[in-house]
């Protein structure tokens, strides 16, 4: 037997193939008898492994059986689900909490994982409201949390030209400042307990409607007419002296001054700010010196008008006044918290009714350039 033949031999085999060798040795020549002595060697070390290899197995056997040994169990990693305030589970756990219908486990640790803050999406669509305030959407507006000061400039002095080797002198240049506090700005709806019926997105979009359309409506008033006193600076305390348009109807030469009291670098992005009545009363029939009328409408969005080439923004709040000038330049108004929306039964315990609440805390001003207010003449 060749080597490769002696391994895949199993025991039976090896004892057979070595009494045939030892049934040839009597009559073998020398190296046959040497050729069969190292076969009968390699069949017995074979033997012997195979014997130590069903030893093994039979002991291993009798463990087994008698209960020996450790069974070692493996699990997956327990996962927890985090999701952040801009995931749609987080969305809808907030939307179901603020109507108190009861949450899952799942639902319940999402909201603690986003500490309850307003989800993504629901303050996205929020915002989008600015849209339709377009005095609000016109503005500046910021959002920095807590007190702040908007650099403006002071004293700006021109350039001047330096002759050749002489030394340049330093312009005594000045910045100011507007500071802005956080004023609350609150709107408050009770209604019947039966809100809770209400699906998840029909929910989303009475919140939405009902507070944030309300409390941007209050932003843009105060923006028009703050008075400055405990309330944001509205663009009607911006400096009018000598500053007037005819009482009995205003001229296109009153138009003429208000465009050409504005500096130069704000007209590109300039517009008017009037109330519905001072425009369509008004402004409206205004002709120029060939009796073509100044007012232009926009083809493209008819509810759009412009004055002598300048867009003209309809806010009721500003009264008889005219404001015109670059609104992002003259006027600057920080939301220092963004709408939150919070829920409460306690006030309408008999009624079984419910009151959400929307907060924000905001101010503004205007900055003191970029903008000319002019008023009726007494």
């Not at 008819?302 to 006044?321: H, L, Q, R, S, W």
Request: some cysteine; charged content about 25%.
């Amino acid at each position: 037997m060749t080597m490769e033949e002696i391994r895949a031999a199993g025991i039976e085999a090896i004892e057979q193939r070595a009494l045939d060798l030892e049934a040839q040795i009597p009559g073998a020549d020398q190296e046959a008898l040497t050729r069969m002595t190292d076969e009968l060697t390699a069949l017995e070390a074979r033997k012997a492994e195979l014997r130590a290899e069903a030893e093994a197995r039979a002991k291993l056997a009798k463990q087994v059986t008698d209960g020996a040994g450790k069974v070692k169990k493996t699990f997956e990693e327990e996962r927890t689900m985090s999701y952040g305030i801009e995931s749609p589970e987080y969305r809808s756990a907030w939307l179901k909490n603020l109507q108190h219908n009861p949450l899952n486990e799942e639902e319940r640790a999402a909201l603690a994982n986003g500490n309850y803050a307003i989800p993504t999406e629901t303050l996205n669509k929020i915002i989008g409201k600015l849209e339709l305030y377009p005095l609000l959407n016109a503005v500046d507006v910021l959002r920095i949390p807590g007190f702040v000061e908007i650099p403006t400039e002071g004293t700006v002095n021109d350039a001047s030209v330096v002759a050749m080797a002489n030394a340049s002198v330093d312009s005594a240049d000045s910045l100011g400042h507007v500071s802005l506090a956080a004023y609350k700005i609150i709107k408050t709806i009770e209604i019947t307990a039966d809100v809770n019926a209400m699906a998840i997105p029909a929910f989303e979009s009475w919140l939405v409607d009902r507070l944030a359309n309300k409390m941007y409506r209050k932003c843009t008033e105060l923006i028009a007419k703050g008075t400055g006193t405990n309330e944001p600076a509205g663009l009607t305390t911006i400096d009018a002296t000598g500053q007037t348009y005819t009482k009995a109807a205003i001229t296109f030469t009153d138009l003429l001054t208000i465009i050409g009291t504005l500096p130069t670098r704000y007209l590109p992005n300039a517009a008017f700010v009037m109330s519905k009545e001072t425009f369509w009363q008004n402004v409206m029939a205004v002709k120029d010196l060939q009796e073509n009328p100044i007012v232009v409408a926009d083809r493209q969005a008819p509810a759009k008008y412009n004055v002598m080439g300048f867009p003209v923004i309809i806010e009721d709040e500003v009264g008889t006044d005219i404001i015109f000038g670059d609104l992002k330049e003259g006027y600057v108004w920080n939301f220092a918290k963004e709408v939150e929306v919070a829920r409460d039964e306690s006030v309408g315990f008999r009624s079984a009714s419910v009151c959400f609440r929307g907060l924000c805390l905001a101010d503004g001003k205007p900055t003191g350039f970029g903008l000319v207010r002019f008023t009726k003449a007494a």
